[in-house]
């Protein structure tokens, strides 16, 4: 069920990023899908169990998967920061092309 | 394996970064220290071809970082290395500021760094930085233009890797590890996601139809490095992971083929110089995809030759062909585009002669034919260059002054391409060079009698962003039956 819930929400994002027609609204689509990756990694960390995988002098049963959440915690920061990188470059491209419709950029700026 | 390899490789990694970051303090020493860190490439390069042993590290514990460095990936840093001090030769009095040569030098470290890992993690962190980067450098002019053409580059990078990480991850669930062998026993769908990614960042078959324009509408040094090295950053995992799982290779081989034919017909029917320069490389990745043992000589004769084709073009008077030919260019123009023109069809005496006949040994029976078809298209394609109309009249000052950093980079660049012949002096055979005589030729024919006489030409409609997106989820559906249906992975 999680499982679906988050191949669902990285099918969205997708799908967004395709017929969206705003390039804020693609920017967002994209970050549902990056959420949607992160998700999968979180879900894939816990199938062994939940519990936070620290020494201690319990006895050591299901814990998490720390690996996958140590390297999406990578993905997460360069994620962001693409996607900080990519609204600046929205921003620039708004004082001319207020609308933001892709289908005017594209129509205006091919050679 | 010692101690001082192992300490080498980790500081040959880290130079660029540090470089970088360090120019941040100098602003003023920015073109030596981006020159400096293309020669620690070269030096450590060199080392790794004079290694018998293939360098395998293991960085921390079992989940650390992997390095693998082997012939192949001297090949690649060698290109690497090269391009870039080509560039950074080319830029030297053209005023760039130091954030320039920061992002230079830092897309030199990540590249660097995608020739050397073994692990999908660290792949992943090199490709994301690299098309940072890339960005950066597309959008330098900060025209409107450059800046949608930078966005749609990063859109579209950006995309495939989300498709990357889902297939590491379904790698990792089933093998518990991040290494580039955990390709063999994958589910087919996580081969399809990985793919998809890396097909699209190397620009091979319809996931690099983002490429023409990017590379078309980029600055001409930028161009050199985008076609020169950037997309062989995505093309070298690929051939790596053909050849650790070898149910991969078909597969690998196939999309080479068909991307050297793909390409072909792209460069041929148009008429913007650096398009056609942008769509051979889209061909030319086929080649290198084409025999995965020999890709890394294919790769450094194809990035000196096109780097020197990019750098020499952005000097044109126009980039349109059918004004170029009314027009007479200069010799000393004509000249370097010619002589990396021949290369490029694979005309003995230079490099991609060579580089050729050690594909097309190779190959497969059944690539070779296709291989071929391509490779007489590839004399064709650069026919348009070489008949250009020239004259000798030169600049006030002599040519040598007038821009001298172009003539140093056209000087290592064409100088890399005589020498390297050095990589497989077993093609010089006389049944060999006939052939390859007898395809340029015939493509040279073709030009004069058909092409030139007809305006065909393909709308770019298939260019749109949307339709860019759309080819990942086409691309994956195939990837997946193909995963599933033939290779049995």
Redesign the interface.
């Known amino acids: 069920m999680l499982h679906a819930c988050v191949y669902a929400t990285?099918l969205l994002g997708?799908f967004g990023?395709?017929f969206k027609e705003n390039?804020v609204m693609?920017i967002i689509a994209?970050d549902v899908?990056?959420t949607g990756?992160i998700a999968?990694?979180v879900l894939?960390a816990a199938?062994e169990g939940i519990r936070t995988p620290i020494v201690s002098v319990m006895t050591p049963r299901n814990f998490a998967?720390p690996?996958?959440q140590a390297?999406i915690l990578?993905?997460i920061v360069?994620?962001f920061?693409?996607q900080a990188?990519?609204l600046v470059?929205?921003m620039?491209?708004a004082r001319?092309?207020p609308t933001l419709e892709?289908r005017e950029?594209?129509k205006g700026?091919?050679? | 394996m010692g101690v001082p390899m192992i300490a080498f490789t980790v500081l040959w990694v880290t130079v660029p970064f540090l470089l970088g970051f360090g120019i941040y303090l100098l602003p003023r020493g920015d073109r030596l220290l981006t020159l400096g860190g293309t020669l620690v490439s070269i030096a450590y390069a060199t080392t790794l071809f004079l290694q018998a042993a293939p360098l395998d590290l293991h960085l921390l514990d079992s989940f650390g970082v992997t390095l693998l460095a082997d012939n192949l990936s001297a090949w690649f840093i060698l290109t690497n290395a090269l391009v870039t001090a080509a560039v950074i030769l080319y830029c030297w009095e053209t005023g760039k500021s130091a954030f320039f040569y920061i992002q230079v030098i830092i897309l030199h470290g990540s590249i660097n760094a995608t020739f050397v890992c073994a692990d999908f993690i660290s792949l992943y962190v090199a490709l994301e930085v690299i098309g940072i980067a890339a960005f950066l450098l597309i959008a330098y002019p900060r025209g409107d233009r450059s800046l949608w053409v930078a966005l749609r580059y990063l859109f579209v990078s950006n995309t495939a890797m989300l498709f990357y990480l889902v297939g590491v991850i379904l790698v990792y669930q089933t093998h518990t590890s991040f290494a580039f062998s955990g390709l063999h026993g994958a589910p087919p769908e996580a081969l399809a996601l990985i793919l998809v990614g890396l097909l699209t960042k190397g620009g091979v078959f319809v996931s690099g139809l983002w490429l023409p324009l990017t590379h078309s509408e980029a600055e001409s040094p930028v161009s050199a490095l985008l076609s020169g090295v950037v997309v062989k950053a995505g093309v070298f995992p690929l051939v790596r992971c053909a050849l650790l799982v070898e149910e991969l290779d078909p597969l690998v081989r196939l999309f080479g083929v068909a991307a050297a034919l793909l390409g072909v017909v792209y460069a041929l029917v148009e008429t913007d110089a650096k398009r056609v320069l942008a769509c051979s490389t889209l061909s030319q990745m086929g080649w290198v995809l084409a025999a995965p043992e020999v890709a890394g000589f294919y790769a450094l004769a194809h990035g000196l030759a096109k780097g020197a084709l990019f750098l020499t073009v952005g000097n044109l008077p126009s980039r349109d062909l059918r004004v170029l030919r009314q027009q007479p260019i200069y010799t000393s123009l004509w000249l370097p585009l010619t002589v990396a023109g021949l290369s490029m069809s694979g005309f003995p005496g230079l490099v991609g002669f060579a580089a050729k006949f050690s594909t097309l040994k190779h190959a497969f029976p059944w690539q070779v034919i296709a291989l071929n078809v391509a490779a007489t298209g590839t004399a064709l394609v650069y026919a348009k260059f070489i008949f250009l109309p020239h004259q000798s009249n030169q600049p006030r000052g002599g040519w040598a002054s007038a821009k001298p950093g172009l003539w140093m980079a056209l000087t290592l660049l064409i100088g890399g391409l005589v020498v390297a012949n050095i990589g497989f002096l077993g093609a010089y055979t006389w049944g060999n060079g006939l052939k390859v005589l007898a395809i340029i030729a015939g493509g040279w024919l073709i030009n004069e009698g058909v092409i030139q006489r007809t305006g065909f030409s393909l709308s770019q409609s298939l260019e749109a962003f949307e339709h860019l997106i759309g080819f990942m989820s086409l691309m994956l559906i195939v990837l997946f039956w193909m995963g599933w249906s033939w290779l049995a992975i």
């Open positions: 990285i997708f990023l395709i390039l693609k994209m899908m990056s990756v999968l990694f894939v199938r998967d690996v996958p390297v990578t993905a360069i994620g920061s693409i990188l990519m470059g929205v620039k491209l001319d092309n892709i950029i594209e700026y091919r050679p």
